[in-house]
């Protein structure tokens, strides 16, 4: 459910190495990350199945941790905020 507000705190926002160096060298990119942390935090969980979508709206009460997924051309991130709501890593899937 994106409202377009924020629903929970990032925290501190960290990339792994891989999703770092893709931004650096593409912008079309990074603004894709950037979007996807918006929707990410607004309650819009990309593209995941149904029974993670409401695992993710059930966690916002209870300070579990948050998970959503993206797609962008040929490459999907992953977006993680942590129980605590401390810190969000973007990362490729293959680097988890």
Known sequence: MDTGKSRFHLGQVVLTRG???LA???DAF???VMESLHRHTTGDW???CNEDQRANDYALGKY???FSAYNHKD???WIITEA???ATTVL???EY
């Open 19 to 21: 999703v770092n160096d």
């Open 24 to 26: 650096a060298e593409n």
């Open 30 to 32: 990074t603004k894709f």
């Open 46 to 48: 990309g593209d995941l």
């Open 64 to 66: 579990l941790r948050i």
């Open 75 to 77: 490459k999907k991130i």
């Open 84 to 86: 605590d709501r401390s």
């Open 92 to 94: 490729f899937p293959d």
